[in-house]
Structures are given as structure tokens and as C-alpha cells.
């Protein structure tokens, strides 16, 4: 079936539960940005290489691209707050939480929020409308906690309930 009219893809999207991630960057001058995101998903495992969709105009992309390297905070299900924090706009963002940005990181670690850390180097950009797809070959990743993620879906935030009450056994779900 076709339509003239644009469909709006919000309600599809919201059907598809995602974890959540504050995506991290600095600028050549080592001011942090960094924002929540949920369009991130893996593209190829060799090279390991992970796609984000971020705004056009948003620092943390402009940020991700001058530098050429961003990092991807996954966040555990106790950083709802974190999520919040980094889509509201706030430019405090970076005095409200723990980071970190030593040696080869590719963009601050939020070492409180998250429980693992993807550092990337920008490979690829491509923009699609409002927004620019990056692609990040995946230089290291860094596991922070054995905590469940956070999730976003039905357009609003949860965690793996189930999971967790099947699960009193350690649980690593990098391997
Ligand atoms: C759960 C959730 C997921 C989001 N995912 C994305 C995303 O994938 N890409 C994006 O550009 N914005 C996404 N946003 C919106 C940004 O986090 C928000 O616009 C933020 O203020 C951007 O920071 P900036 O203004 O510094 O660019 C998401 C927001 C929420 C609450």
C-alpha cells in the first residue's frame, strides 16, 4: 500500500526496545560534550565497527568529527538520571557526573553512569536528513561494572526485570 502522505516512524520506533548510551566527544581543545542516544547499532564485527545517528548542529557531533573520535557509554539501569541529564540540553552536563579522558580515550568515560565504554574512530559520515550516521571503528572497549543496562521503548525507560530475577549467576555479556 502507498501513501502521498510521510509516514511518522515515532510509533514504529517506540515498539523497538533499545539500550541507551551517552555518546562523548571532545573538542580539539578538550572541551566535553556528549548527549543520549539510542540509534547506535553494531555494523560489522571485522573491523568492529558501530553506526551512530546524531543531530546535525549538535556539538558533541561537531565535537566527534574535528577531534575524529567519540565514545559510546553504555548506561546501567541505575543512570536513568545520566540519560535525562544528557538530552535536556543542560551545558552543566559534564560538572553533574564522573569522567574520565586519559590516555587513548576516544571522548570522556562516564565511570559512574556506565558500565561499559566503546572508544571509536571516526571512519565514515554520512548525512541523511536532520541527522549525520558516523561510523566508528571500535579502537577499545573498556568494561566499567557487572550491572544490567538501562532500556528505552514504549517511550520511556526500564530495565531487564526479568533478566535480573532469572540471573543471580555473574553475567558477562561482552563475550
Ligand atoms: C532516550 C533518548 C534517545 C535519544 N537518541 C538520540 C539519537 O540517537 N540521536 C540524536 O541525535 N538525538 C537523540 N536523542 C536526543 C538528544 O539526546 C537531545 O537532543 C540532546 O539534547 C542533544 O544534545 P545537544 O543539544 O548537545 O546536541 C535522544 C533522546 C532520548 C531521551
Known sequence: MTSDRVPDIRPLMAGFPTGVAVITALTPEGEPWGMTCTSLCSVTLDPPTL????????????????????????????????????????????????????????????????????????????????????????VAVSQLRSQFPLLYGMRRYGDWTDAAEESHLSYDFIS
Request: net charge negative.
Open 51 to 138: 553506526l551512530v545517528c546524531l543531530r546535525r548542529g549538535s556539538p558533541t557531533l561537531e565535537a566527534a568529527l574535528a577531534s575524529g573520535g567519540y565514545a559510546v557509554n553504555l548506561l546501567h539501569s541505575s543512570a536513568r538520571w545520566t540519560a535525562e541529564l544528557f538530552s535536556s540540553g543542560s551545558p552543566e552536563r559534564f560538572d553533574r557526573v564522573a569522567w574520565q579522558a586519559e590516555g587513548e580515550a576516544c571522548g570522556p568515560h562516564l565511570v559512574e553512569a556506565a558500565h561499559t565504554v566503546a572508544d571509536c574512530a571516526v571512519t565514515d559520515v554520512h548525512e541523511v536528513g536532520s541527522h549525520a550516521m558516523v561510523l566508528g571503528r571500535v
